[in-house]
């Protein structure tokens, strides 16, 4: 096992487009983890799913964002009408519970 | 006033020195993890505690719960440790809060 995948590394795209991410996690974790994180500031929690069940929720997820764990392996992101405030590192991790907790190197997506 | 606070903001130190880093917070929480971040680079979860001490090579994570407060040092500190050291509080439900970060510059 390689650790948590993401998958594109860079997105850039146009103001008003959808977008949508891919995490791979590790294999034997059961939690997953959407973060986000803004230049020189720290990560902000967007959601967590354990297996298949999205158990939290952040306020900051507006109704543009919608994340799926379809099968509790690979989980994806989706941004739609895409806007500048947008523009961030979309980090995923995952975890056995709480032990073994590993980021993946993240999506920077610009929104141009 | 944030949820998760880091001090100092900033930290300089030569090689050699002991580093210290604090995070307070004010939510419950069922575990504290310290994680660190290399410029341009990934995160790494360094600790994950719930009381007491965790020890890994020359880093330290301490936490007290009464006082809602956790200090991670780096003893005999080294060029390589230079990076943001971030603090989260993790809650049973999974979500994290996260500090704002501690960037360490060891210097040679």
């Known amino acids: 096992d390689t650790g948590v995948s993401q998958d594109p590394r860079h997105k850039i795209t146009k103001r008003g487009q959808n977008v949508t991410f891919r995490c791979d996690p590790i294999s034997e974790h059961n939690r997953l983890y959407w973060y986000r994180q803004t230049l020189g500031q720290g990560p902000e929690f967007l959601t967590y799913?354990?297996?298949?069940?999205?158990?939290?929720k952040s306020r900051l997820l507006s109704d543009r964002f919608s994340a799926e764990r379809p099968k509790g392996s690979f989980s994806t992101l989706e941004i739609q009408r895409t806007e500048q405030g947008d523009s961030a590192m979309y980090l995923c991790a995952s975890s056995l519970w709480q032990d073994g907790y590993t980021f993946g190197s993240g999506t920077r997506l610009t929104v141009v | 006033k944030n949820e998760v606070e880091q001090s100092p903001q900033n930290l300089t130190a030569q090689e050699g020195e002991f580093i210290t880093i604090n995070c307070s917070y004010s939510?419950?929480?069922?575990?504290l993890h310290w994680l660190q971040q290399h410029p341009g680079g990934g995160i790494v979860s360094l600790f994950m505690?719930?009381?007491g001490k965790k020890k890994h090579g020359r880093l330290i994570a301490t936490i007290n719960i009464q006082e809602k407060h956790s200090s991670l040092h780096i003893t005999a500190s080294h060029p390589r440790d230079s990076a943001v050291y971030i603090c989260?509080?993790?809650?049973?439900?999974?979500?994290?809060?996260f500090g704002d970060g501690t960037t360490l510059t060891v210097k040679p």
């Open positions: 939510v419950g929480i069922s575990a």
């Open positions: 799913f354990q297996n298949e069940a999205q158990l939290e």
């Open positions: 989260a509080a993790y809650t049973n439900a999974g979500k994290s809060t």
């Open positions: 505690l719930s009381s």
